[in-house]
């Protein structure tokens, strides 16, 4: 069993910027992949970035990409989505994913390949 913990998210204006951490504890063995998720009511969940358990591999979509950066600590299995140029399409409730990397250079984006997730952080950008 894995167990993620999000942090990070807030209030926020446009251009504003904030970091995320998602911090995993339990059976997480040593290749894990992770991405990030999000999420706004009435709407399906997004993909927004994930990173190989190698971390020589990151994934964005189109909306973040240049924006938000994706980076990893393996020693203390702590995930972070560094996003800068926060837009107010951005809000969100952001969700860390966990799933046990079957390649060490694969950065997963599709949410069927995660096992497990995280509760979610609140991201909130408003003029």
């Known amino acids: 069993q894995v167990e993620l913990a999000e942090s990070g998210g807030g209030s926020v204006q446009p251009g504003d910027s904030l970091r995320l951490s998602c911090i995993a504890s339990?059976?997480?063995?040593?290749?894990?992949?992770t991405g990030w998720f999000r999420q706004t009511p009435g709407k399906e969940r997004e993909f927004v970035a994930a990173?190989?358990?190698?971390?020589?591999?990151?994934v964005y979509s189109d909306s973040v990409k240049g924006r938000f950066t994706i980076s990893r600590d393996n020693a203390r299995k702590v995930v972070y989505l560094q996003m800068n140029s926060l837009q107010l399409e951005d809000t969100a409730v952001y969700y860390c994913?966990?799933?046990?990397?079957?390649?060490?250079?694969?950065?997963?984006?599709?949410?069927?390949?995660?096992?497990?997730w995280g509760q979610g952080t609140r991201v909130a950008v408003s003029l």
């Open positions: 994913a966990f799933d046990y990397g079957g390649s060490v250079h694969y950065a997963p984006r599709r949410e069927s390949e995660y096992t497990y």
């Open positions: 339990g059976r997480t063995g040593s290749i894990w992949a």
């Open positions: 990173i190989s358990p190698r971390g020589d591999s990151k």
